[in-house]
């Protein structure tokens, strides 16, 4: 009589938290992978380099950083682009200056808020192998687009569709004067 054996898949695997296969086609690369995750409130991007002793991260950057560069948003698309370009000029002051994305088990969506952090890391200087149709128009990661429809709101609707952002002290009419002012920040600073 033979015995059946049945082979329990690892728990990250049974769990959905890690695609392995896709993992190691990474790994393979041998370049560092720009982590990308997202939360309720906020973004991370770190960039990530693989070690026989675990994952190292060379350098990250996260949207609740934006505060002290005057930015208040925390996970719109111009947070997440600022987001990408505060580590992108981190890690080309650490001398890496490619990466790949890594964006784990999340789907991706064109035009996303985590395409927007890849195009911020593009913006800062990085090379990052991306298809240009997947990233973000200038005036969606710039926030002309929220500003264009908070300007066509009456003060009720604007009141209610953009409460977040005004406790956060962050006037979705002037958005794009704050979004440069915050880039100018990120880029006179010694990050």
Do not use: W
């Amino acid at each position: 009589m033979s015995k059946v054996r049945h082979e329990i898949p690892l728990k990250r695997r049974r769990n959905k938290e890690t695609d392995y296969s896709k993992r190691l086609a990474l790994l393979k690369s041998e370049k560092h992978r720009l982590v990308l995750r997202k939360s309720n409130k906020y973004v991370s991007a770190q960039l990530v380099k693989y070690s026989r002793n675990g994952d190292e991260t060379i350098v990250a950057a996260f949207s609740k950083e934006l505060n002290g560069f005057g930015f208040k948003g925390n996970k719109n698309i111009p947070s997440c682009y600022l987001t990408g370009y505060l580590l992108g000029k981190r890690a080309i002051a650490k001398g890496v200056n490619e990466a790949i994305v890594d964006i784990g088990i999340q789907t991706p969506h064109h035009k996303s808020r985590l395409f927007a952090i890849v195009k911020g890391l593009l913006d800062s200087g990085m090379a990052i192998p991306v298809d240009v149709i997947v990233l973000p128009t200038e005036d969606m990661y710039s926030g002309k687009t929220i500003e264009n429809y908070a300007k066509a709101l009456d003060k009720e609707k604007l009141e209610k569709r953009f409460s977040e952002y005004l406790k956060q002290g962050l006037d979705p009419k002037n958005i794009v004067n704050v979004f440069n002012a915050s880039k100018k920040k990120i880029d006179e600073s010694k990050v």
